[in-house]
């Protein structure tokens, strides 16, 4: 590949940088408006995320519950920013409903902003306890999560896959949709621009039928959310979650749109819940 090939490939978003396949390798595909040139991720782009959406987690789990709200309030306000630039991306793929989508993305956006200093309320307890002790749990996040979106509408699939997963303080390693890359890395752009740390999300473009069987069976990823589209059929869906099966891995196939994730549930799945025991006098 000569290097001006090179310089117009689309490239992966790793810790908030946008970055080369170390392979050097690209992807094209192909849209309503022509040929685009994507980065391939290998197996060592997919082992690097991993370490980075790791260094993410640590630093965004830190955070209070408020401030991880205002920051995804920020990412919010810089996708109403980009609002045409989304628009574009999705109406150069085919989509005939470009508007709709960016908006409903926005408010999804905004939807799980507000649930970041309220879920700990709500998903905790205190247990009643017969003895001279008490206890009470409370929601933790999980770790490192890797996400493979819907192919159908893929920037409201985004963040309605990828919000409910940071919004507690995990963070994201999604495998973008195929059929319209360029969208992710349009997003991707809003997020280098808002306050989000490095490593909380982390996209990595090219076929995900080479990438995610290494992910699966990555010992560092707690977690696998797995929406079925053309390019993550039952028997790569399958495979994935018996590879994960060797460090329990939570693992989540569904086959509903993501335009329906939504709601408190979608986050509840990827937190984990820590009862503590404290003794009282008598």
């Not at 495998?175 to 909380?200: H, N, Q, Y």
Request: aromatic share 4%.
């Amino acid at each position: 590949m000569d290097r001006l090939a090179i310089e117009k490939t689309y490239k992966l978003f790793v810790k908030n940088e946008f970055i080369r396949s170390e392979s050097g390798h690209s992807l094209a595909v192909t849209d309503a408006s022509g040929v685009t040139n994507v980065a391939r991720a290998s197996r060592k782009d997919a082992r690097d995320a991993v370490l980075a959406a790791k260094e993410g987690h640590k630093s965004w789990a830190g955070k209070t519950a408020y401030l991880r709200g205002q920051v995804l309030y920020r990412l919010a306000e810089v996708m109403e920013g980009r609002r045409a630039e989304l628009v574009e991306s999705r109406t150069r793929a085919g989509a005939t409903d470009a508007a709709a989508e960016v908006d409903a993305a926005i408010d999804r956006v905004v939807h799980y902003a507000g649930w970041a200093d309220k879920l700990a309320t709500i998903l905790s307890s205190a247990n009643p306890v017969a003895g001279p002790h008490f206890n009470v749990t409370s929601p933790e996040p999980m770790g490192v999560v890797v996400v493979v979106p819907p192919e159908q509408r893929p920037l409201l699939g985004l963040v309605s896959t990828i919000l409910p997963i940071i919004v507690s303080g995990n963070a994201a390693l999604v495998l973008a949709p195929e059929a319209d890359p360029r969208t992710s890395v349009a997003f991707c752009e809003c997020v280098a621009t808002s306050d989000l740390p490095g490593g909380v999300i982390n996209v990595l473009t090219g076929l995900r039928s080479e990438v995610l069987p290494h992910l699966a069976k990555h010992m560092d990823v707690q977690g696998l959310d797995l929406w079925k589209s053309a390019t993550l059929g039952d028997e790569l869906a399958k495979a994935s979650a018996v590879a994960g099966a060797d460090n329990v891995k939570r693992v989540k196939v569904r086959a509903e749109a993501a335009a329906d994730a939504e709601g408190l549930g979608f986050v509840e799945a990827w937190v984990e819940q820590k009862t503590v025991w404290h003794p009282v006098g008598l």
